[in-house]
Each structure stands twice: as C-alpha cells, then as structure tokens.
C-alpha cells in the first residue's frame, strides 16, 4: 500500500452538539491522513432516525472547519465514494443482510418486544442479571433458526416486523490487532447476537460500518474503545462477507475522563463544574437548551486542537505547544496511550493563554473587536493595535479582552476603593489634588512625560512613587490590574486620566 492510497473516516451520529472525545477522534484521524499524504473522510452516520437532530449535521462541518480540520471528502464536499450519508445508502445493507443470512452467518428474529422483556425477566438471575439474546438463549426465541423454512417466509410474506441479526459463534477466540494496543483476545460466548438490519430496514452501526468502509475503501479505522466490546462483531462481518483481505488496520484511542478520572467525560460533568464539552454552542431545536461551546468561550481553534491532541498523545519530547502543521509532522498512532486521559480545564485556558501570547495582533484584532462590539466597545483598528499587545499576556480566554481593555473606552463602572482606604492618607490626597493641576498644565501627552511628571511630583511630596502608582492604577482601571500605569494614562487621554483621578477622590473623601 502506497502513502497515497491511506484513507481514514470521522463517523459522527447527527445527534446533538459534538463532544470533544469526538473531535479528538476526528483530529488524530486527520493527523494520519496528512502525515501520510492519505485522504480525510467525514461519513455521517444517521441510521437512528429516532435521535436524529435537524441541523446536527451542519454543525458537525461547521466545528470541523472552525477546528481547521476539513474533511477531504464528505457529504459537503463530494469525492468518488459517495453517497457519504449513510440514510442515502440504504439500499445496499438489506443486500449485504441476506447473503449472510444466506450464508448461515445471519437470521431473522420475529421476536416482539413483549418477548424480548419477557426472555429478560424468564432467564435473569444472580450470575446473569442483564441476559443477552445469544448463543445460549437464540433457540429458545422466534426466530428463523427455531421457526419453518415455510413459517418464515410466509411471516416474510406477511410483512411481519423483525430484525437481522448475527450468529455468533460459540467458543472461539477472535484475535483484534491493535495499533495501540497490541493483540486483544475475545471469547465469542461473551458476545450477543447483535442486530445488523433493524425492523424499518435501516442498519444498525454493526453492519453499516463494516459495508461503508468496504465501499469507501478506508485503510484504517480509528475510534473510541468504548467500541472495543463490538470489534469481534465488526472482524467477524469482515470475515463473513468474503472482504477479510482489505479490512481495515485498527487503532482504539483511550478515553476522555473526568477531571477525578472517574469514568468517561460527560456534557452533564461539563455542567455540574461549570466548562464546556462541546467544541461550539449548541442549542436543542426541541427544547431550545444552550450548551456553551470552547469557541464561544473564548478559545482559539489552535489552542483547542493543541489541548486535545496532548489528551492522550506526546511526541516524547516533552514540548507542548505545536501548531496544526507540526503536529501533523510529528504523529504517531504508536505515541497515544492506552490509558484514558484526565480532562484539565485549567490546563486548556494554560494552552489559550499560550496561544493568546504567540498570536500576532492581525490574528487577535477581528476576534477581539467582535467580542467589544457585542459588548457595547466600538473601537477602530488603529487603536486596537496599539492595545492588544498591551494586554494580550493578561487573557486566558478571548473573552478577557473585555474587562482588559474595556476601561481604555469608558470609566470603570466600580472602583475597588478598599483596596487604597487602608494606606490612605491626607498627605496622599494632597499629592493627587497637586497632580491634577500639573496634568492640566502639561502640553505634550506622553508617557514618558507623564510618569517623570509623576516621579517628581511624588519627590517634592516626600513619598515614594510605589505607595502612589497602587492607588493611581485603581482610579484609572477601578482594580488591581492592567499594563503600565502611565501607559494607560497616555491611552485614555489626559482628559479621562484628571477625571478619574477627581472621581476617585470623591469617594475617598466620603
């Protein structure tokens, strides 16, 4: 096999907003494919069409190319494996379902779901509380193995619902190798006879990801290993429909846990400790709920990707901050753990704050602009280019350019006055009461002028200049933050700066 001929898939379900273990799966997917000059492919995988979600699929595109990840083929974007929904290839499953019925490998089931809760309930005990409809119970149900060839076809004849399912094999050992994790051993007897074809002809993920990636010739297969306990299915229908030779090299990437490292990471974990799990804000058409997204937070595309992909992957040198194009040149399947990997969230604003900082200001400005605006900030580029770099250090998120820059445009709305009352003094009321008239005498507003002003003004005073810049800062930003003071004096204008001053007196005086 030649590097070009490598093709990968990312397989979402349209069901709802997508989760960051998805997007990793979609991220180490693509890294493959571009590290070996193959191709990406998004499939969307919609055969539940009772959790199918009106507007899921475009939002899936949509994180896709705001991740910078876009697929090379996909439903958007048309190659010569089409169709990439998997609603619209529906036709061919029941195909596939009856040759290996065909073949012995299948059967159909006509069991209600009366019967199915009933063969629960009938066959539960201590040493089996959830029975399975496997090799042990299938002779026992209605099925086309316990009915007459004539009783089947005529409940075929009749249009009666059932299902496709497997017929697993008893005591055999199926032997899955991992690109991960080495050679995995699965005993058939613990595995159930899974549905393929479901009553209303559509497959289940079974059947469906195994003729997709026949049909779309896709050299590697990589997901969660949440789908570890369905391989000896997948590598059975490989087997079973004549296509052992092409199938697909393996890899299960570890999973994304909760920051206790306590089970799989969860929306329901994002919302209880207040972080999103979503790569974009997702709002339910059906109860119109929001779930807040790492983009609309406030994190940039390179800064998530870069998270992600150090959930579970190094490049063994201890660096951590890569750009697409260098983890692209630095991949490696055999680099990712096998062990899951705990979410930080702390960790992630570390790496948009790293990013924030590497971010020329071209980079920043519409960004940051955008988020002024919404909030009320309507300021120009020019401007903006002087400020962003001032404060960029400060801002984890996109979102803190906000109370960062807002006091260069408006006065403070609070004043952290506290914080200046307990070392406050007449003798300092008098040094800024004097400061003021010698601002308003000063003809050239500049910063350095502005704070050799300051120092001599604090000398004849008799303070230090450090006891003055605290409570300068507060009267000009309303709290203990913000680039250099008398930068920000210079920003705002000597107008702004002799009006704060004077405000803040007032409420010191009080």
């Known amino acids: 096999m030649t590097a070009s001929n490598i093709r990968v898939r990312f397989a979402p379900s349209p069901t709802g907003g997508l989760h960051l273990g998805g997007v990793r799966t979609a991220l180490f997917n693509y890294l493959f494919a571009k590290k070996n000059k193959g191709t990406f492919v998004l499939r969307i995988e919609d055969t ?44 061919s499953y029941r195909e596939y379902a009856e040759m290996l019925i065909e073949k012995g490998f299948a059967y159909y089931a006509f069991d209600t779901p009366e019967e199915l809760e009933k063969m629960r309930e009938t066959f539960r005990s201590e040493t089996n509380p959830s029975p399975q409809y496997d090799g042990k119970i299938r002779m026992k149900m209605n099925n086309s193995l316990t009915l007459s060839k004539e009783r089947v076809d005529e409940l075929l004849e009749l249009g009666t619902p059932h299902v496709v399912r497997i017929k697993m094999p008893g005591a055999t050992e199926i032997i899955l190798r991992d690109m991960i994790r080495g050679e995995i051993a699965f005993n ?49 229908l490989w087997d079973y429909l004549g296509w052992k030779n092409s199938m697909p090299e393996w890899a299960h990437f570890p999973l994304i846990l909760k920051p206790d490292g306590q089970g799989k990471l969860s929306k329901r974990d994002g919302d209880r400790l207040g972080f999103p799990v979503f790569a974009m804000d997702w709002k339910d058409p059906k109860s119109d709920e929001l779930t807040r997204g790492f983009k609309e937070m406030g994190f940039l595309p390179e800064a998530f990707i870069n998270m992600l992909a150090m959930l579970g992957w190094n490049d063994g040198t201890g660096e951590e901050i890569f750009g697409l194009d260098q983890l692209v040149e630095r991949f490696s399947i055999e680099r990712i753990h096998k062990g899951g990997a705990k979410f930080d969230f702390e960790k992630a604003k570390w790496f948009n704050q790293e990013w ?7 980079r920043l400005l519409p960004l940051v602009k955008e988020i002024l605006n919404k909030n009320g900030i309507h300021a120009n580029d020019e401007v903006l280019e002087r400020l962003i770099p001032m404060v960029k250090e400060r ?16 006065d403070p709305v609070e004043i952290d006055i506290e ?20 601002l308003d005498a000063m003809e050239s507003w500049e910063m350095a002028n502005i704070e050799s002003a300051f120092k001599e003004a604090s000398a004849l005073a008799g303070i230090k200049p450090g006891e003055l810049q605290l409570p300068l800062r507060i009267m000009l930003v ?10 920000i004096a210079h920003q705002i204008g000597k107008q702004a700066t002799t009006r704060r001053i004077e405000n803040s007196l007032k409420l010191l005086a009080q």
């Open 419 to 438: 914080a200046v009352q307990s070392k406050w003094d007449q003798k300092k009321h008098s040094f800024f009461m004097d400061w003021i008239a010698t």
């Open 48 to 91: 539940d069409q009772g959790r199918f979600v009106p507007g899921a699929e475009q939002y899936i595109v949509d994180c896709l190319a705001w991740c910078g990840i876009s697929p090379d083929e996909g439903p958007h974007k048309e190659g010569n494996y089409g169709p990439y929904r998997q609603s619209e290839r529906k036709s």
């Open 188 to 236: 058939t007897d613990l595995v159930d006879d899974k549905v393929l074809l479901k009553a209303d002809g559509m497959p289940t993920y079974h059947l469906a990801v195994v003729v997709d990636d026949h049909a779309m010739d896709i050299t590697h297969a990589f997901r969660g290993e949440e789908w570890l306990p369905s391989a000896p299915v997948h590598l059975l």
């Open 356 to 362: 924030i900082k590497r971010s020329e200001t071209t």
């Open 478 to 487: 309303g709290a203990k933050f913000g680039p250099t003071v008398f930068d």
């Open 395 to 410: 801002c984890q998120l996109i979102n803190d350019f906000i109370p960062q820059l807002s006091y260069f445009f408006k």
